[in-house]
């Protein structure tokens, strides 16, 4: 009974290694807009990872891709607009009530 035992637990770990070492870990990455500005702007990450962008200005801004891959709302002073890329690309992005504010995101395999 002992052995029947110990091969359940190496089986249940080993599939619970197998699962835990297959499974690609997400990332949220945080861009601040302040003073007229993405903070950072340029920016690398992977695909499923997401960013969540927070207006940190005492100004309303907006995130919009230039390819129209995405867009929020209005943004006010604190809100914050969170969203996952799918998939690989470099998807340049703005401000559309502030034309100068711009920045990009390359998101590799």
């Not at 890329?85 to 390359?106: I, W």
């Amino acid at each position: 009974m002992r052995l029947g035992t110990n091969i359940a637990i190496v089986i249940l770990l080993v599939c619970g290694l197998s699962i835990s070492i297959g499974a690609p870990k997400k990332t949220t990455h945080s861009v601040s807009i302040n003073d007229m500005k993405f903070d950072p702007a340029d920016l690398q990450i992977d695909v499923g990872d997401s960013i969540e962008w927070t207006n940190n200005d005492d100004r309303d801004h907006n995130v919009t891709a230039k390819d129209g891959s995405f867009q929020s709302p209005n943004l006010s002073s604190g809100a914050s607009y969170k969203y996952t890329f799918k998939k690989a690309g470099k998807f340049a992005y703005g401000c559309s009530l502030h034309p100068r504010m711009k920045a990009s995101v390359t998101v590799g395999p």
